[in-house]
């Protein structure tokens, strides 16, 4: 179940620009006017009385107070009634719209008196659905006070006092701490049956007013920005991280070639020591042939040399078995470090994808929330391109999007024109446009800066041919 939405805020003395944001003569930012169709004025006003601000001046002098109205006095009451948002589209869906603002104003005649109820319009053309009504506090009874100083001084002298059945103008009566309690109470069970129900009794929530809604949403988009450019950033880093792991990994796969080259020549010079080896023996077997036909001293003499050339050989065997075996671990140890090496590079580069993905998800998703929650905020951007564009720096850029006039002397640029046109003390300004509400235009003194390079344009080809036509005339 959602919540009732019940505000009363005591009105100050001027009503007028209320009037007119109710009535939409004066349209809000938050408003779409293309629903403005759809809002519905629920009481009829007098004969006469042409607006909301007329209805309440009407009441106060038919009423009939015999007091004089102070100057800073409450004349009425602003009432707004609705519900949570997905539970007022709820209603409008099921087609139960008009039977909520038919129960809202019966219990807005019921609690507050229908001839107080002087105004009460439904808005359509906003997020959520509402009621805006104007309440004039008329009362009858004794004062507040009064009732206070019989139950507290009950044997203090009475004097006479004026009829307690005459009307009075009394906000205070109306919006006393146990009132605004009870009409919350009963609130909540008139829209029971719509599945909303009463707020936590004795919550801390406080009313947001419009002007701080509108402050809080310029700070929201000054953070929103600043997170933007934040995310970026980082998405710069985590750029750089992918393309340092992937030097890591080239550089760890020309160590492996290298490796590999270095041990292929190894078990080349394995091969010449074994044919060497080979031929050895051979010459041993013939030597011994020899010995035993001739058997002469040269032939010991060289056996002895033999001798010596096979215990060189055996040395040479050992020494070359020992580098195999260095080889084959350092080769193991190789391996392993590479493939430990690619395993946590795959590791950090799958990390690193999925962070740069939820980072990339989580920015468009600010992104499609800040084009929703602010209309204007896609309009302001173009408006920072097209700045930048002519040629303002960043600090001016900055003055000019927040709404301020800035005097410029410098170089501006023109693309449709394909020119740089010099200018001197000249003021930009970034505004409304006037054809349509959502939209900005840059002024340059004024002027629309397209209208402006068209004219600065004219202003040349008029000197540039004025300048021929002197040459012309001096020939």
Not at 114 to 126: G, I, K, Q
Not at 277 to 303: P, Y
Not at 336 to 358: D, F, P, V
Request: charged share 30%.
């Amino acid at each position: 179940m959602g919540y009732v939405v019940l505000h009363l805020d005591k009105s100050p003395d001027n009503e007028v620009p209320m009037t007119a944001h109710i009535a939409r003569t004066k349209m809000p930012p938050n408003a779409v006017p293309e629903l403005t169709y759809l809002n519905e004025e629920l009481v009829g006003f007098p004969e006469g009385v042409a607006d909301r601000t007329e209805a309440i001046n009407h009441r106060l002098e038919h009423a009939g107070p015999t007091r004089k109205i102070g100057t800073n006095q409450v004349r009425v009451i602003r009432v707004m009634l609705t519900g949570t948002q997905e539970d007022m589209q709820h209603i409008v869906q099921e087609g139960r719209l008009k039977a909520w603002c038919a129960d809202n104003l019966e219990w807005l005649r019921r609690t507050f008196g229908a001839e107080n109820v002087v105004s009460a319009v439904l808005h359509m053309d906003e997020a959520t659905s509402h009621i805006h009504a104007a309440v004039v506090p008329i009362v009858t009874g004794e004062r507040r006070k009064i009732r206070e100083k019989k139950t507290d001084e009950p044997n203090k002298r009475r004097y006479r006092t004026k009829s307690a059945a005459r009307p009075r103008l009394c906000a205070d009566d109306v919006m006393s701490r146990v009132k605004l309690k009870e009409y919350q109470d009963t609130y909540a069970i008139a829209m029971a049956k719509y599945g909303l129900q009463r707020g936590i009794d004795g919550s801390k929530a406080r009313h947001v007013t419009t002007q701080e809604f509108y402050r809080n949403a310029i700070a929201r988009q000054q953070n929103l920005q600043d997170n933007i450019g934040e995310l970026l950033h980082i998405e710069e880093e985590k750029r750089k991280a992918v393309e340092y792991a992937t030097k890591q990994e080239q550089t760890a796969r020309a160590e492996l070639h290298r490796t590999t080259a270095e041990l292929n020549a190894v078990k080349g010079e394995l091969k010449t020591e074994r044919l060497k080896n080979s031929a050895a023996e051979v010459g041993t077997t013939i030597l011994d042939g020899i010995v035993s036909m001739i058997g002469t001293s040269k032939v010991k003499r060289q056996e002895q040399e033999i001798g010596a050339l096979r215990q060189e050989v055996a040395a040479r065997d050992e020494a070359i078995e020992t580098l195999q075996t260095k080889i084959s671990t350092m080769q193991n140890d190789h391996s392993r470090e590479l493939m430990s090496m690619q395993a946590r590079h795959l590791t950090e580069a799958a990390n690193i994808k999925k962070q740069y993905e939820k980072d990339l998800s989580f920015l468009q998703s600010v992104v499609r929330k800040a084009l929703a929650w602010f209309p204007r905020f896609r309009e302001m951007l173009r408006m920072d391109e097209l700045c930048r564009r002519v040629g303002f720096n960043d600090e001016q850029t900055e003055t000019l999007i927040k709404g301020k006039p800035l005097k410029y002397s410098g170089v501006l640029y023109s693309k449709t024109h394909r020119r740089r046109f010099k200018t001197e003390n000249v003021i930009a300004r970034i505004v409304p446009d006037e054809t349509n509400s959502r939209k900005f235009t840059l002024r340059i003194d004024g002027m629309p800066i397209i209208r402006w390079f068209r004219e600065q344009t004219i202003k040349l080809q008029h000197y540039i041919q004025s300048e021929h036509s002197g040459k012309e005339l001096k020939l």
